[in-house]
């Protein structure tokens, strides 16, 4: 199996049992939901997960997910308002409520004050619909239902297409942060981003608590997705987030708008998550439907690294054969992939790292090799192999252990820390001790090893500057 699973921990999963099953049947990321728990509910996952990773003798990655600035409505002073199509309602502060007309407490002032006539309005993830009517000297907003449905306290909102000043990272997720570094997380997800700007804030508070871990930016807002050029120069990882984008972008335009992110990090060797119900159906059914087999089919050939599982392992009857049946159906669209793989030269514009990946993957096929061996601290070769979907296993050798981590989240990567035991051996060195001492190759298999070697000892390290064939 090459590309990645991520499961999401819940009440279906936290025990030890049922975690190290998860970790056996194919999950490499495990996802903490912040928005459903803080710190302090994760210490003893955390641990547990440790522990897994010891007996497995194998990299496991964990994932913070912060909750983000997720837009809700306030407390209905109703239990719940029906609502018919071509109906008006008031939208504001909870205290301003006037009158009899139906009212929908909403406190985001800064939002608020930005809605103008026209506006469209989504609530209930998509299920009700209204258009901004007018703004009326007291300040209130009229809202037109544009459909009928059933309006609860607390529900969700989006404003499809329109930017907001509202920042990616809350005081609590701020908060949620600090306490997930000092716990040991190996990676934050941020939710909400819209620009560069919300990426720059978050890694600025993960170098001021002293860590250094990856950044998963989730594209759930169209205007993250018009700004996706600037995000991806500045994130490491990028979650297609299809539940909120879903609501922001129309339906239809959904799995474009997927193909479309995954192409560009692809382009940029920055790692891709697909993600929402993707195996729904199998929180109660022990296999999936049709629709949702070829959907992570579909993923995986659009050129995903990673695909993410959330209700279904976080809340669903059949956590553990989900992770199955989704590593089933990974493999098979694999062997699709490589019976269409064409591998292409980079374009001419590309820098060098990109053609001795390209010049790597073409030596693994023409040796017929059975792994290509990368060696760099910070997991740029092993990335940029793994962009050309190579056949052959990728051994990723780092001695950084946050690289490690990271390199959870790329597709046919597995990540190998090499210690600097010995300052006298080279990155090639290593790599061809590894390729001697792995029990994965069998005597006279051929390895591809792209490495970083110095013409001296002395010499300050320039990145990955060979390519060699080795026979062990």
């Known amino acids: 199996m090459k590309t990645k699973i991520v499961a999401t921990i819940g009440p ?11 970790a056996e049947a194919g999950v490499s990321v495990f996802r903490l939901n912040f928005s459903h728990g803080g710190a302090s509910d994760f210490i003893k996952i955390i641990g547990v997960i440790r522990d897994i990773e010891a007996e497995l003798d194998r990299h496991i990655t964990i994932m913070q997910d ?17 609502v018919g199509k071509g109906m008006d309602l008031l939208l504001g502060p909870t205290d301003r409520r006037v009158g009899d007309m139906p009212y929908l407490p909403f406190d985001h002032e800064i939002i608020l004050e930005s809605l103008v006539p026209g506006d469209r309005m989504v609530l209930a993830d998509g299920g009700l619909q209204f258009i901004v009517r007018e703004r009326r000297e007291d300040g209130l907003v009229c809202l037109r239902a544009d459909n009928a449905g059933i309006v609860t306290s607390r529900k969700g909102l989006a404003l499809p297409g329109k930017a907001t000043r509202m920042r990616a990272l809350t005081d609590k997720d701020k908060k949620d942060l600090a306490e997930g570094l000092a716990l040991g997380v190996d990676a934050v997800a941020i939710s909400y981003v819209q620009t560069a700007d919300d990426v720059r804030e978050a890694k600025d508070l993960i170098t001021a608590a002293g860590r250094r871990v990856p950044v998963v930016v989730k594209l759930e807002r169209q205007s993250a997705v018009d700004n996706l050029d600037a995000i991806l120069a500045e994130t490491d990882i990028v979650m297609v987030a299809r539940g909120d984008l ?7 335009k959904l799995p474009g708008l997927q193909k479309r992110i995954i192409s560009a990090c692809n ?30 089919a579909n993923a995986v050939l659009d050129g995903a690294d990673c695909v993410m599982l959330s209700e279904e392992t976080a809340m669903g009857n059949f956590p553990v054969e989900t ?24 374009d001419a514009n590309k ?7 390209y010049s790597a993957c073409l030596l693994a096929d023409k040796a017929q090799a059975k792994a290509i061996v990368a060696h760099s601290v910070s ?20 001695t950084d252990p946050v690289t490690v981590k990271s390199l959870n989240f790329v597709w046919g990567v597995v990540p190998v820390f090499v210690r600097k035991e010995d300052e006298t051996l080279s990155h090639l060195d290593r790599a061809e001790k590894f390729i001697n001492t792995t029990r994965e190759l069998a005597a006279n298999d051929c390895a591809v090893i792209t490495a970083g070697q110095l013409s001296r000892p002395s010499d300050t390290p320039r990145g990955t500057n060979l390519v060699k064939l080795y026979w062990k």
Do not use: H, W
């Open 12 to 22: 279906a999963s936290n025990t030890k049992e049922k975690l190290k099953a998860l």
């Open 66 to 82: 912060l909750s983000g600035p997720k837009i809700r409505l306030g407390v209905l002073k109703e239990k719940s308002i029906q």
């Open 246 to 252: 879903g609501v922001e972008c129309p339906l239809p």
């Open 267 to 296: 382009r940029a060797s920055k790692p891709v998550i697909v993600a929402t119900q993707m195996l729904l159906s199998m929180m109660n059914s022990p296999a999936p439907t049709r629709a949702e087999t070829t959907d992570v």
């Open 323 to 346: 992770v199955r049946y989704m590593s089933k159906i990974t493999d098979e669209a694999e062997g699709l992939l490589f019976d269409r793989r064409k591998l292409e030269e980079p």
């Open 351 to 357: 820098g060098m790292p990109e053609f001795l990946a």
């Open 379 to 398: 997991g740029a070769a092993a990335r940029q192999v793994s962009e050309r979907r190579p056949p052959q296993r990728i051994y990723a050798l780092t």
